[in-house]
């Protein structure tokens, strides 16, 4: 024990000057070597973040673009199928689509004696669009009884 109370503790004053370093000794580069590593960790797990949140929005486009699609064909259907023109059926499906984020891009009708064919399209903005992607999604729905091809 009395060899650990004679030994002494180099002081600041002792050690070598020229800069953070050199004053904390090995120490301090080996702390400002881990900072240094780190700060490209974040980085990479900062940019997957963003690639993530990327993803999920189209994903949810996706989702918002299919339910809207088919809930305004649906809407048209059933105004046709209750004997409205096709003006307003089409007015429906459009209502539809905008209650539930999206824009009505076509809507067509074909009737043959009481069947009733519609063909809705849709658009969806994307939130957040990655460079080179679409920034807005669409996508086309049927709705009805088709007895042969559909909307030509």
Not at 90 to 118: F, H, I, K, P, W
Request: aromatic share 2%.
């Amino acid at each position: 024990m009395g060899e650990f109370l004679r030994r002494r503790r180099p002081s600041l004053d002792s050690q070598p000057s020229g800069g953070p370093g050199a004053r904390l000794g090995g120490a301090g580069r080996r702390e400002a070597g881990q900072v240094g590593a780190l700060v490209p960790l974040g980085l990479a797990i900062g940019l997957g973040l963003v690639v993530i949140a990327l993803v999920v929005g189209y994903l949810l486009a996706i989702q918002t673009a299919q339910t809207a699609l088919d809930l305004a064909a649906l809407a048209a259907a059933s105004a046709a199928a209750r004997g409205q023109d096709d003006q307003r059926s089409c007015l429906d499906a459009e209502q539809v689509a905008l209650a539930n984020r999206a824009s009505l891009t076509d809507c067509t009708l074909v009737r043959a004696g009481s069947e009733v064919v519609v063909q809705v399209e849709v658009s969806v903005e994307v939130g957040w669009t990655i460079p080179g992607l679409a920034s807005s999604l669409s996508s086309v729905s049927y709705a009805g009884n088709p007895t042969s091809d559909p909307v030509s």
